[in-house]
């Protein structure tokens, strides 16, 4: 910054200079004149042309260089306040991450205790103590609503923290939906031969773990829900159907976006993350999710294969 500061106030002195040496030369083709028909001695008028010449070339010169130099001071003041403020969101950032670190602990163990506790409460009550029950029940869903929320906001900025630099390893999609149907409890339809797609072996599965989380949560019936997979050029199509009531066309545009939640999902539990959870994992595996409530409520998710 010092040495710049210094240039510039070289260029000034030199634009200085130049217009005082113009001054003194304009000055005495001036006394020449008057003086002309007395002294025959002095620069000719070829000269002076000359000069005006020079003259006009450095004051340009001078001025852009000038101009230049302190476009560059001005850069250069910016990108250290850029720095500074980068720095200062990487700390408070790195804060963020910190306290939801905590929170996290924080939150699990009495969260699980209170479960647990209710679990053992409603195993002791009487049948007909239905008020008792319905309390119960609503400590179970306080607690659930509680644990999905703070699972979730740990899972997307655990997510924000990796989205540049996913895992990578081979994956058969099959495998992974075979494991996920079991757990679930749903009917998957598939191919024979392995369906292999370069993926995260921890990602990808939350994101169809998410799907069916859903699909389960909202249809009618568990039989309701199916997941099926097959290949289809180079791509892998996974769906994953139920027949639940659906979602509003007018809910749909907002169906990715963070933190929201379906009029018609109101009265379940959830954070309205999962399915902006999906969304990112998917477009990290550069692939794409997309609805269709033709038949049912069904979400398909498009990744590309391995090639053989």
Not at 7 to 15: G, I, K, M, P
Not at 110 to 134: R, T, V, Y
Not at 256 to 266: L, S, V
Request: aromatic share 8%; hydrophobic share 45%.
């Amino acid at each position: 910054m010092h040495d710049s500061r210094f240039q510039l106030l070289n260029a000034h002195q030199a634009v200085a200079v130049l217009l005082a040496l113009h001054g003194t030369l304009n000055l005495a083709r001036a006394a020449q004149t008057l003086l002309e028909p007395v002294l025959t001695l002095g620069p000719s008028t070829s000269t002076f042309f000359a000069w005006g010449i020079l003259f006009f070339f450095g004051l340009t010169v001078g001025l852009a260089v000038m101009v230049t130099e302190r476009l560059r001071d001005l850069l250069q003041d910016r990108l250290i306040k850029e720095n500074v403020a980068h720095c200062a969101a990487e700390a408070a950032l790195q804060e963020q991450l910190n306290f939801l670190t905590m929170v996290s602990h924080e939150f699990r163990t009495p969260l699980g205790i209170m479960a647990a506790l209710a679990d053992l409460i409603a195993c002791n009550l009487p049948a007909d103590d239905k008020e008792s029950a319905e309390e119960l029940d609503r400590i179970h869903r306080a607690s659930r609503r509680l644990g999905n929320l703070v699972e979730g906001c740990l899972a997307d900025d655990w997510l924000e923290s990796v989205s540049q630099s996913r895992r990578s390893g081979e994956l058969d999609v099959g495998t992974v939906l075979a494991e996920l149907a079991t757990e679930y409890n749903v009917v998957l339809y598939g191919a024979v031969e392995p369906i292999r797609v370069d993926a995260d072996p921890y990602l990808l599965p939350i994101a169809f773990s998410a799907l069916l989380d859903n699909a389960c949560k909202y249809a009618h019936t568990p039989e309701g829900v199916t997941l099926s997979y097959f290949q289809q050029g180079k791509t892998v199509e996974v769906t994953v159907r139920d027949d639940g009531p659906g979602i509003d066309p007018a809910d749909v545009p907002r169906l990715f976006e963070k933190f929201y939640r379906a009029r018609r999902t109101q009265h379940k539990p959830g954070a309205g993350l999962g399915l902006h959870l999906v969304q990112r994992i998917v477009a990290l595996h550069e692939g794409s999710i997309k609805l269709d409530q033709t038949h049912g409520t069904v979400f398909y998710v498009s990744l590309p294969v391995l090639k053989s």
